[in-house]
T-cell receptor
Framework: GAVVSQHPSWVICKSGTSVKIECRSLDFQATTMFWYRQFPKQSLMLMATSNEGSKATYEQGVEKDKFLINHASLTLSTLTVTSAHPEDSSFYIC?????????????FGPGTRLLVL | GESVGLHLPTLSVQEGDNSIINCAYSNSASDYFIWYKQESGKGPQFIID?????DKRQGQRVTVLLNKTVKHLSLQIAATQPGDSAVYFC???????????FGPGTRLSVLP
């Protein structure tokens, strides 16, 4: 099946620094990738939809200047948490959908756990 | 809107028994559904999907049932094993090409 990777899997940073998380589709091309965050014992909350070659679409309440998304190729999307603060500590998960027609299935990465001190 | 945080309901079953996990979805126009399994500290893993023109689909040890009349989805796991312990999410596709909306999740605990 389709494989999506994320890097890093774990990151600890100081408050005020920026953190970049990469999401890669390893064996398929993904025109669209999605970024989610998940707090303990809660469901996934969509943050933004990342479209290759265009600006990301952010969900209501998600600051686009805080969470910078770049989808420079059909296999890579990055999420940068700028000036991270302790409240940004969370589990960030990306997903990717194949470019093929009628392929709606999303495949998820393993997630990145961010801890801001 | 997106699923918001809730305390996860928990289903406990004995090893070897069958499990049934239920999900109520929100939009009668949704036409594609997926069940995901998420183990602790990992990303969601695709289990099985179903389109709205079907009411049942079977996989290996899993069956998904769709009742469009009451907007209900269920996941049946046969002969539940310890490795099935995880949180299970249903997801509905409201608009083709757009993101899925996730349910709140159900934690499945398999008792020895």
């Amino acid at each position: 099946g389709a494989v999506v990777s994320q890097h890093p899997s774990w990151v600890i940073c100081k408050s005020g620094t920026s953190v970049k998380i990469e999401c890669r589709s390893l064996d398929f091309q993904a025109t669209t990738m999605f970024w989610y965050r998940q707090f303990p014992k809660q469901s996934l909350m969509l943050m933004a939809t990342s479209n290759e070659g265009s600006k990301a679409t952010y969900e209501q309440g998600v600051e686009k200047d805080k969470f910078l998304i770049n989808h420079a190729s059909l296999t890579l999307s990055t999420l940068t948490v700028t000036s991270a603060h302790p409240e940004d500590s969370s589990f960030y998960i990306c997903s990717a959908r194949e470019t093929q027609p009628h392929q709606e299935t999303q495949y998820f990465g393993p997630g990145t756990r961010l801890l801001v001190l | 809107g997106e699923s918001v945080g809730l305390h996860l309901p928990t289903l406990s079953v004995q090893e070897g028994d069958n499990s049934i996990i239920n999900c109520a979805y929100s939009n009668s126009a949704s036409d594609y559904f997926i069940w995901y399994k998420q183990e602790s500290g990992k990303g969601p893993q695709f289990i099985i999907d179903i389109r709205s023109n079907m009411d049942k689909r079977q996989g290996q040890r899993v069956t998904v049932l769709l009742n469009k009349t009451v907007k209900h989805l269920s996941l049946q796991i046969a002969a539940t094993q310890p490795g099935d312990s995880a949180v299970y999410f249903c997801a509905e596709n409201l608009i083709y090409g757009q993101n899925f909306v996730f349910g709140p999740g159900t934690r499945l605990s398999v008792l020895p």
